[in-house]
């Protein structure tokens, strides 16, 4: 057993996704070799976390009131692109190839985990919709089950209110392999998904 100042951290590292306990105490071991200074940075940046809040516009993180992409003029404010979470908004973002406005739903219907709809940010994407001039929303959700469910859920919504008739929805170009992750997706193939996209 490490002295429990070590042996502590390993099991904090250990929750991290995808980290187990051996490459945790990798990284301990890296930091027991870090300068004071250097650990006092990183303790800092940590603690800076706690200052991240949510736009309360997309739901994107932001660092004030509402994020840059959506305080940002040049954008397209009538497209509204919905995904799960911040990541996917990034990995979108990477591809250079979408220049509208972001949804975070803040996650995806699964029932055995007693996520229902009522729990993501529908309501809030419903009353933006509604709000404001959107033309196009796109569906970029996660080519798996708990992501199709969520895409079928919000056609369904969307096709059966006619205050959204007039809205073109469409979905990721099929293309990204069954299961896979938006957020690990290479870039020529989201960036392809998103200018293929599908009108539904
Ligand atoms: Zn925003």
Redesign the pocket.
Known sequence: MYPSRIQNLINEFSRFPTIGPKTAERFIFYLLKKSPQDLERLSEMIKNLKTISF?P????F?ESN??T??VDKRRDQTTICVVAEPQDLMAIEKTNDYRG??HILGGVINAPQGLGPEQLQINQLLARIKKNNVREIILALNPDLEGETTLLYLINLLKSNPTFSWIKISRLARGLPMGSDLEYADEITLSNAIKRREII
Do not use: K
Request: hydrophobic share 25%.
């Open positions: 736009c516009q997309c739901g994107n932001a509402r994020c992409i959506c406005l972001y």
